[in-house]
């Protein structure tokens, strides 16, 4: 009696592994066929139960069907959809886990990397169509299925910026920086964002700082650099600094243009000419330092005009002649930095006006009449 006896027990066990083994190949064909809630039933049996909860098909299976559930159309699972796909991802890892080096750890990374795509790609379905909540928040998932990966932040930060959730744009652009991606665009957007929206100057200079060490010939990070310098009223820093960058690099024009623009910047005129001049010792072909010394002689020149305009008739007669010829004086300093300057760029049209009016101001009609030829085959301002 004792082998028939056996031979019940070893029977019963084996369909009761059978039972929930066939729990797990229920869920792949309920889901296959689309019977979600099923095939969610027969798989959440299965995890849960000795014979099978150790099992990485089980686990890969799970997330089958829980992907299944976060992805589909139907409405009746919009409410669980955000949860299914974090279950799903957890499946495929937990999967990946229990079987390190087999089958199921190869098919979970792509199941993995799948899902992560497919969250990029509704998130740029949603960006192109201008609906940058929905956008940023499927780039916000894709980067918990990858949160070492740069893409999603990235993507994730314009969407934010673009939808004005300037804070959700800051902490993924941070992120990127965390993750020592470096974009000088990500750098400009930070800092436009903490200037703007968040009246910090102060954190905006130290990511200037940090912008700096990344790319420290970016002239308009350097620019913004001593703008905020003298905004927060740290000037002498702000000279401070220039002048030591010179000292390591004396030919450097750069850094004798951005010492000239904060002389400007502070009233320090002279000293502005000067260091405009040193920049273009150091490159000749340096337009921007060409046209503002030209600006600065124009702009002298203006004012003194400024102040002639304002004399009174009695004034004027006894002191006008005097005044304009100094406002000559300083157009005719001005001249030779336009016209360099327009050898450089010959299609820049305020180079071009500024020229014309000189010229005009210096009673040299054809050459003005030559430049407005020239400022008319332009065409009109866009």
Not at 60 to 86: C, N
Not at 339 to 349: G, N
Not at 367 to 375: L, S, Y
């Amino acid at each position: 009696m004792k082998k028939p006896v056996s031979l019940v027990i070893f029977c019963l066990m084996f369909a009761g592994m059978h039972a929930q083994n066939s729990a797990v190949s229920k869920a792949t064909k309920f889901k296959d066929s689309g019977e979600l809630m099923q095939a969610k039933e027969q798989i959440d049996l299965a995890i849960t139960n000795e014979k099978t909860k150790d099992k990485p098909k089980t686990w890969y299976t799970k997330g089958e069907v829980y992907e299944a559930i976060a992805f589909s159309d139907d409405a009746s699972y919009q409410s669980m959809q955000d949860e299914a796909l974090s279950e799903s991802v957890a499946a495929f890892q937990k999967a990946k886990s229990l079987d390190e080096g087999g089958n199921y750890d190869g098919l979970s990374d792509i199941k993995i990397d799948n899902i992560w795509g497919t969250l990029i790609n509704k998130g740029a379905e949603y960006y192109n169509q201008e609906d940058y909540e929905n956008a940023l928040e499927y780039f916000a998932k894709s980067s918990i299925l990858k949160p070492e990966d740069t893409t999603a932040y990235y993507y994730a930060g314009i969407a934010a910026q673009q939808g004005e959730d300037y804070q959700a744009a800051l902490e993924n652009y941070y992120k990127l920086i965390e993750l020592d991606y470096h974009n000088e665009d990500i750098y400009s957007s930070i800092i436009y964002l903490e200037r703007s929206q968040n009246n910090d100057n102060e954190q905006a200079l130290e990511v200037i700082a940090m912008a700096r060490e990344q790319f420290p010939d970016n002239e308009a990070m350097m620019k913004e650099e001593i703008n905020l310098l003298i905004i927060t009223e740290q000037t002498d820093e702000a000279k401070a600094k220039l002048e030591k960058a010179i000292q390591a690099e004396p030919d450097n024009a750069n850094l004798y243009y951005n010492l000239a623009y904060i002389s400007e910047q502070t009233g320090d005129n002279e000293a502005a000419v000067a260091n405009y001049k040193k920049a273009l010792e150091a490159d000749p072909q340096y337009f921007d330092a060409t046209f503002n010394l030209a600006v600065n002689h124009y702009n002298q020149a203006a004012e003194i005009l400024k102040e002639a305009n304002e004399m009174d008739l009695r004034t004027y007669q006894k002191e006008g002649k005097a005044i304009e010829e100094k406002a000559k004086e300083q157009f005719k300093e001005a001249l030779p930095y336009l016209e360099k300057a327009h050898e450089l760029d010959p299609q820049d049209r305020i180079v071009l006006e500024t020229l014309q009016t000189v010229y005009v101001q210096l009673k040299m009609n054809d050459k003005a009449e030559a430049v407005n030829g020239k400022i008319e085959a332009l065409g009109p301002e866009e």
